[in-house]
């Protein structure tokens, strides 16, 4: 799973001018942050997806250990990745919250 972290970083700068612009919620929420975002998510969840099916194909006998390794480690390198996006979000909320915007 390759992410361009170009483009997330664009999109967010992307996000930022047209939050300080006026747009509201809704053009925040439909802007290509949020798409890069939603792409993410859908990218992990398919990780998971395939290092269960590898998993399991082990299991029967139909699968090597450097596929296991490989579909494993992409897995927890995906989910590590959401859980830090996660910790940003929930670290710029508070921030919010403490500025009293």
Known sequence: MAINIGAVLEAYRSTLETAEKGGGPQGVSNSAFGDILGNVMGQTVDSLKNA????MAAVQ???????IVSAVSSAEVALQMVVAIRDRFVSAYQELMRSGI
């Open 52 to 55: 269960e099916k590898v998993s």
């Open 61 to 67: 006998g139909k699968a090597g250990i450097n596929e």
